[in-house]
């Protein structure tokens, strides 16, 4: 695994799903492969189902997270930041990067900001970003599909009225997932995890290890034909680790 380039790394992070990438980081925790890098139930390290994947045939992908605040403009903090600090932030950051936006709108307004419409995101995608996760709705579905850029929104409106950006790589929460800059993110139509940079080449050996298992008791329960079979294939404990 050492051998490995980053790029090659995180291409071998993108053949995996997401739910397999959360099951190594701490949905197992009495698993050998799992990592336990989080309490899974008490840390908001995942998405809920508020999170809608726009693009799940685009498969999954990892980035750095890049983080911001979006709300109404404060009369107070005007002039202050604006969306070039998310651009030269995302240019900043390393590569590849996924911009996570938290909105913070009032009650009446948050199912009505379509944010990231088709020039930010294009904005995005020239400075490396792969990706966008974001509490609130966006707009211009079609025309980002064909960019091939991904989004993990809270739906879909048409438009938007003034807004402003309040922060830029502060720590933000987006779907029920804390997301502090800097942070990996892996994210495909089951929605997104978070986990530090540095466990990128554990999250994947162990991940390749927990699919080699689970593919080999898939292969057995397909050919199982009573309930003692299949507890038998089981009893090493929900996704055992892989016998060497």
């Not at 987006?174 to 892996?186: F, K, Q, R, S």
Request: aromatic share 6%; proline share 6%; net charge negative.
């Amino acid at each position: 695994m050492s051998e490995l380039s980053e790029d090659q790394l995180f291409a071998e992070l993108r053949k995996i799903d997401t739910p397999t990438i959360t099951n190594v980081v701490a949905t197992y925790p009495k698993n050998p492969l799992c990592l336990g890098l989080y309490n899974p139930w008490t840390e908001n390290w995942y998405t809920d189902t508020s999170i809608r994947c726009m693009y799940p045939e685009m498969g999954a992908l990892i980035g750095y997270a890049v983080t911001c605040v979006y709300g109404l403009p404060d009369p107070n903090f005007a002039g202050r930041l604006t969306f070039m600090d998310v651009v030269d932030a995302l240019d900043a950051m390393k590569k590849p990067t996924i911009l996570v936006i938290q909105q913070k709108w009032p009650p009446e307004l948050m199912n009505k900001a379509g944010l990231a419409g088709e020039m930010m995101t294009t904005s995005m995608q020239a400075v490396g970003c792969v990706g966008l996760l974001s509490n609130g709705p966006s707009r211009d579905v079609d025309a980002i599909r064909r960019m091939k850029f991904q989004m993990l929104l809270g739906g879909v409106t048409a438009g938007h009225g003034d807004m402003a950006v309040q922060s830029v790589n502060a720590p933000v929460s987006v779907g029920g997932m804390d997301v502090a800059p800097g942070e990996l993110i892996h994210m495909d139509e089951n929605g997104a995890v978070k986990f530090p940079a540095q466990h990128a080449r554990a999250v994947l050996k162990n991940a390749q290890a927990m699919l080699a298992d689970e593919a080999e008791k898939l292969e057995m329960m397909r050919k199982a034909k009573t309930a003692a079979e299949i507890r038998a294939i089981n009893s090493g404990g929900t996704y055992g680790a892989k016998k060497g």
